[in-house]
């Protein structure tokens, strides 16, 4: 399976906007956003995109956005990451078996990607996916997330409903669990609070303790 390619630009909306993004903002990253983390971590952290002035400027997933400050505070809380924010790719912040990745690479328009761009996108995420060690744990935040595990995997969607807190053992051992995602709009709603995705995360600390 082919692995990250910051030069993709196999989805033509996509790598248009970001050329444009480029032009507009010289100093952003402005490409293909890699994963962060260890390769081998039994947790894997699957968001939606990157973000327009978080991951799109930064080049690291949830860094520099409002979705990121609950995300790293979290972890960090939990042992996963050894700094609470996250600002910049060179601020020392390193993650424990513990690697964060996205459905989508790049940067979508209105932070909405097509059906077509989660589906050429997600041959990168199914190679994750093979990549992961024993045990291991998905965590998929939001709704396109969990549907492209599932279909990276090759599995019915029908029998993996998405839901906040919903956990599936899949066929070969891997775990599936997955929240609402820790958006600026979902946590100013109170579709998600601080207190329900602290749970999630402890939740996925568990399951990794207790399958090792």
Known sequence: MPQFNIHCVDCPRLASHLAHVRERFAGYHGRPVAPFGDARAQL?????????????????????????????????????????ESVSRDDGLELRNCRITNAVKCLPPENKPTTEEVR????????????????????????????????????????????????????GGLRLLSSYHCSRYNTQTGRLTDAMFRKVIARAKSLLVASS
């Open 44 to 84: 894997l952290i699957v968001g939606l995109a990157p973000g327009m002035h978080g991951a799109n400027r930064s080049g690291r997933p949830f860094t520099g956005d409002f979705a990121g400050i609950l995300l790293y505070r979290t972890l960090h809380a939990q042992g996963f990451a050894t700094q609470a």
């Open 120 to 171: 050429v996108c997600n041959r990168y995420l199914k190679s994750e996916l093979e990549g992961l060690p024993k045990n291991a744990l998905v965590l998929a935040l939001g709704g396109i997330a969990h549907k492209a595990v599932v279909q990276a995997l090759k599995l019915k969607q029908v029998d993996y409903p998405f839901g906040h807190a919903a956990e599936y053992l899949l066929p």
